[in-house]
């Protein structure tokens, strides 16, 4: 039912002038489901209410209800064409009313974890542009034919969004930064595996896709309403800066089951370093910061270690962000367990002396689609120096690519065989003692990788190529004497 609604929404998504990418299929398509799901949310609240005896006063107004602007229904439940706003007339109410209404909550809100602020936030930031009224309703008539009130629909649509998210991801290099793999992510927790009634903590948030399987991973078996209260309220903890990420983000979660998600819209490393106090760190960081990014002098002055780069800026954070005795998963490019500059130096320095560095994950090429850099997770404790690491290099045994992804099965050996830092053909461990105390090199050297690889000269590969190019020439004569 969801995937060929989404197929119907994006078809006529491609009429738009003004939408051209996954980009703004993803954006657009959030904001309606979003309020079609608000609408079932409401619905349920006030069915609850009803059962406890209790009085429910609706989020919002009647006038900006879905069944009152979007899908008026006839006394029979069917939809009500004759009351449906479409044309310039639905353009119009949902440009000059419904937005300005809906990004109103904001300024009401009791607080910025309250569902009235997120509406608040989501409005205020994303804008419509579907420029066609027809189009409009069409896509809304689509929208309104799914459900999403059982475990199981929700489970499905949450489902099929992740998918929307991932193509968007596939798109360009923008929305390439929402998405990480989420056969990844899930390996990441589970090694950390986080505990009900620890906060958890990604400062680049992306698309939310690391507390979403966190929330997965810790409602697996038997909870009591405690757990399940906390899981809601006090557990996920989550910043973006960029608008469409954090509007992603905030529904990524909701739709998995998070009703008013701790998302902040903000610059992370806009937070000078020397403010943070205990009680602002968290137990468990999972993360995967943007790399390749450059900051500004004024922000590279929130931090000990100065640099332009983005992802060592970040990890610098999340050091600082992580309590003691604090776990922590995040991806890095490789390059940084070697490079000789002063302040990658610096940063290896101060995470081998302040956190333990048990374990080193080493990402083929092309995990991350379209990045032209390959990876490592970095998997730290804080507290404690590091003595000795455990590297683990991932090799799938095949090229990875759009067609042919990470998944789950290729890194459950990885999963298994940390549990106790075991070596084999794939992972080694490598005493603290024995890194070079001036440029801390972390650098993967698989001792077990087999003969060395001899490279050879440009004229050799030349050599090559012609030898080549002349027995393509025979074999091309053999085949045109046949013709």
């Not at 009429?15 to 309606?32: F, N, P």
């Not at 799914?146 to 629909?153: G, H, N």
């Not at 595996?193 to 992306?206: H, K, L």
């Not at 992802?311 to 490789?334: D, E, P, S, T, W």
Request: glycine share 8%.
């Amino acid at each position: 039912m969801f995937e060929q609604a989404f197929k119907n929404i994006d078809d006529v998504l491609r009429k738009e002038a003004g939408c051209t990418t996954e980009l703004d299929y993803t954006e657009q398509t959030s904001w309606l489901l979003f309020l079609k799901y608000l609408d079932g949310l409401e619905h349920d609240k006030a069915i609850e209410a009803r059962l406890e005896g209790r009085k429910y006063a609706p989020l919002l107004a009647a006038a900006y209800r879905w069944d009152a602007w979007a899908a008026p229904k006839d006394k029979h439940g069917k939809p009500d064409h004759n009351k449906a706003m479409t044309g310039g007339d639905l353009v119009e109410f949902v440009e000059r009313k419904l937005f300005p209404y809906l990004h109103g909550f904001k300024q009401k809100a009791a607080g910025a974890n309250t569902l009235e602020y997120k509406v608040g936030e989501i409005f205020g930031e994303i804008k419509n542009k579907i420029r066609s009224g027809y189009n409009l309703r069409e896509i809304i008539d689509h929208i309104d034919e799914l459900r999403f009130r059982s475990q199981a629909e929700k489970h499905e649509l949450s489902h099929l969004y992740e998918v929307k998210i991932r193509n968007m991801g596939n798109a360009g290099r923008n929305g390439g930064e929402y998405y990480t793999p989420r056969p990844l992510i899930r390996a990441i927790v589970n090694v950390v595996r986080p505990r009900i009634g620890e906060r958890i903590y990604d400062g680049a948030v992306g698309s939310a896709g690391f507390l979403c399987e966190a929330f997965d991973f810790l409602k697996q078996g038997k909870l009591s309403t405690k757990d399940l209260k906390t899981l809601q309220e006090s557990t996920f903890y989550g910043k973006e800066k960029k608008s469409l990420a954090y509007v992603i983000a905030i529904m990524n979660m909701i739709l998995h089951g998070i009703e008013t998600p701790n998302i902040a819209h903000t610059n992370t490393l806009t937070e000078n370093l020397a403010d943070v106090q205990d009680k602002d760190r968290f137990d468990v960081i999972l993360a995967n910061p943007p790399f390749g990014g450059k900051e500004r002098k004024e922000i590279q002055q929130n931090f000990a270690i100065k640099t332009g780069e983005t992802a060592f800026l970040f990890l610098q954070h999340f050091i600082k962000m992580l309590k003691a005795g604090g776990r922590a998963g995040v991806v890095i490019k490789n390059t940084f367990l070697s490079n000789t500059d002063n302040a990658s130096t610096s940063l290896r320095r101060l995470l081998l002396e302040s956190c333990n560095l048990h374990t080193v994950l080493d990402c083929p090429g092309g995990t991350f689609q379209g990045a032209g850099v390959k990876t490592v997770v970095l998997f730290f404790d804080k507290g404690a120096p590091t003595r000795k690491t455990w590297y683990y290099q991932l090799d799938p045994g095949r090229n990875l690519g759009k067609t042919n992804p990470l998944n789950d099965a290729d890194l459950a050996e990885f999963v298994e065989l940390q549990k106790t830092f075991a070596d084999s053909p794939k992972s080694w461990s490598v005493d603290a003692a024995g890194i070079d105390q001036q440029t801390f090199d972390l650098s993967v050297k698989n001792p077990h990788g087999g003969e060395a690889v001899a490279h050879r000269s440009p004229r050799e590969i030349l050599d090559e190529i012609a030898a080549l190019d002349a027995q393509s020439a025979e074999v091309l004569a053999g085949i045109g004497a046949l013709v």
